[in-house]
């Protein structure tokens, strides 16, 4: 009797234990779980924080140290639609054009935050979707492709060359100047981020949306006419397009060289139109 009674007794407490184990073991899931939810409501506050310091300089010029440049690009590379509360039918809102027209479809952009040292937003471009090569003066720029695929180029100009082309179409003289391809590729999500420089990294780039796209832009500074950073707009030319021909036998550069240069006109009358898009992400406290 006693010998079953303390046997019973052990049986219960083991029993007890037990279950608390498990109680305990659900509690710390439920509590890991939590904490990860919590922390991906936060990713555009942490996104906003971590531009607040990093770009606290707020200077034209100013590039970001190292350690800053990968601290925001990991931040980014984590970064998903989901984020920003985006899914599928969000792409929507990236007008489309009608039926056998020329121009590309109208693409979209969200105003996230924007003060005088930087600025948060989305582009969300539909198929076909074209952002037209511009430049960033004395900028940084960060970009993550956050969904979709789209074919991206960039150039960065060639500094101290003493062969630009000066030549005349109609009765005005169009100054080209001679840039290097820094990308021209194809970029499906999710990919890492990139980044450019005021005088490299590809400061003048161009984007089109080969599918539905969301692609995140963070500018340090942002564009200001009044301080003199006003977006230029270019048309491209290859390197070899007959108009240079002399310039280019002056060079003599070896054929497979040339795809890897280009001229760049600067268009006076370009203008880039965007549907404003109203920002629904998680609120940030500034």
């Known amino acids: 009797m006693n010998i079953g009674r303390i046997l019973l007794s052990k049986k219960s407490?083991?029993?007890h234990n037990s279950s608390n184990k498990s109680k305990k073991r659900k509690k710390k899931k439920k509590m890991e779980f939590e904490k990860r939810k919590?922390?991906?409501?936060?990713?555009v506050q942490k996104l906003y924080d971590t531009c607040k310091q990093i770009f606290a300089n707020g200077k034209a010029g100013y590039v970001p140290p190292p350690h800053d440049i990968q601290r925001l690009t990991s931040l980014l590379d984590s970064l998903e639609p989901k984020d920003f509360k985006f899914t599928a039918p969000s792409l929507e809102f990236s007008s489309t054009n009608p039926p056998g027209t020329v121009e590309a479809p109208l693409v979209t952009y969200i105003k996230i935050h924007e003060c005088n040292k930087f600025s948060i937003g989305i582009f969300c471009l539909p198929p076909s979707g074209v952002i037209p090569l511009h430049n960033h003066p004395g900028m940084t720029v960060?970009?993550?492709?956050?969904?979709?695929?789209?074919?991206?180029?960039?150039y960065d100009w060639v500094h101290n060359h003493h062969h630009q082309a000066n030549h005349y179409r109609g009765h005005q003289e169009s100054r080209m100047r001679l840039a290097k391809?820094?990308?021209?590729?194809d970029f499906t999500a999710p990919c890492k981020s990139s980044v450019l420089f005021p005088e490299s990294g590809g400061n003048m780039h161009c984007f089109k949306a080969l599918t539905p796209c969301i692609l995140l832009d963070v500018l340090g500074p942002p564009y200001s006419e009044p301080e003199g950073r006003h977006c230029t707009y270019y048309q491209h030319y290859s390197y070899d397009h007959i108009s240079f021909s002399d310039v280019n036998k002056e060079m003599k550069m070896k054929e497979d060289e040339t795809r890897s240069y280009a001229w760049l006109e600067e268009r006076k009358d370009e203008q880039f139109?965007?549907?404003?898009?109203?920002?629904?992400?998680?609120?940030i406290k500034l």
């Open 38 to 43: 919590s922390s991906r409501e936060n990713m």
């Open 142 to 154: 960060f970009s993550k492709l956050l969904a979709g695929t789209m074919h991206a180029t960039s």
């Open 13 to 15: 407490v083991s029993g």
């Open 181 to 185: 391809v820094h990308v021209d590729a």
């Open 273 to 283: 139109v965007v549907l404003g898009g109203t920002y629904d992400g998680p609120t």
